[in-house]
């Protein structure tokens, strides 16, 4: 019996968006996509996205694909406007005939997809852009207006922070302490891939001549024209400062595997601590392990 909607995960160059491919083959799927950096258009090679070196569609080889390249590089996009999104297409997904097949290695949309996320007030378009504004012109001052217990320094999460602030005069994190609601596929079939460590870092260091071939640099110089915040995309982060001169090309290289691999680390450490999956594999997965999975479901 095919189940009513999967979440596919794992750390970064695991192999998740190909299985997932996969799997939609063989249970009528439609593949949404659950990583916040493709989700935006214009940087698939740098967000290792699926439709990197291929036309952006609707479709591939049949299959559905939804959430992917749908934001320029200047809109912004919460977690609570993700999970909307997320809900519709699912929602489509199930009215079609089709088994929703979440793929990505954001942990906190996978959290929110699970779980759902604490409410949150409306927002005006003026607060919302005043906050932006305020991070934009000193974050470190920004930061100064939060409570002790916000620790993020993220300019996206401090923007938020501060707009719910302006909006309400209350912290966020009196609104993060309330039940959760929203959630999409609280009982999904949850498919951890978690391939050695060894295996991992040689997979990372094999993709990025490839994502260099495939066009990252035209990407990165795509996002200093944006003025898209780099620091969000590892390997951004790297090409933009090899841009400006910051970086020689070798230590372009050499720091965006090593900064990979630090994410990878912390992937692992967030699946390991609070991911519960129903099925891990333990390896790139292969037809075996399709067939397995067929075979359970």
Known sequence: MTKKAYIITGP????????????????????????????YRGIE???????AGREITDSVDGVPYRLFSI????????VADYLNLAKQEYDNAISAGHTPIFVGG????????????????????ENRARARQMVTD???LARKLLPDNFQHTDKQRVARALEVLLETGQNITEFQSKSR????????????????VDLLRKRIADRIPQMLSGGAMDEAKLIIDSGWNENRAIGATQLCKFIRGELSQTECIENWITKTNQYA?????????????????????????????????
């Not at 609601?181 to 050695?196: E, F, H, M, S």
Request: charge should be negative; aromatic fraction near 6%; glycine fraction near 6%.
């Open 12 to 39: 970064t160059a695991s192999g998740k968006s190909d299985f997932a491919h996969k799997l939609a083959q063989a249970v009528n799927g439609r593949i949404i996509n659950c990583d916040s950096v493709q989700i």
């Open 45 to 51: 090679n740098i967000s290792a996205s699926p439709f």
């Open 71 to 78: 934001l320029s590089l200047d809109e912004q996009i919460s």
């Open 106 to 125: 954001t942990g906190y949309y996978i959290n929110a997809l699970i779980q759902g996320i604490s409410p949150m007030p409306e927002i005006s378009m």
């Open 138 to 140: 000193d974050i470190d």
């Open 181 to 196: 609601i929203g959630a999409v596929v609280p009982d999904a079939c949850k498919i951890l891939i978690n391939p050695p």
């Open 265 to 297: 680390k912390r992937q692992r450490t967030w699946f390991r601590t609070q991911f519960n999956p129903d099925i891990v594999i333990s390896g790139v997965p292969t037809d075996a392990d399709l067939f397995e999975i067929q075979k359970n479901i």
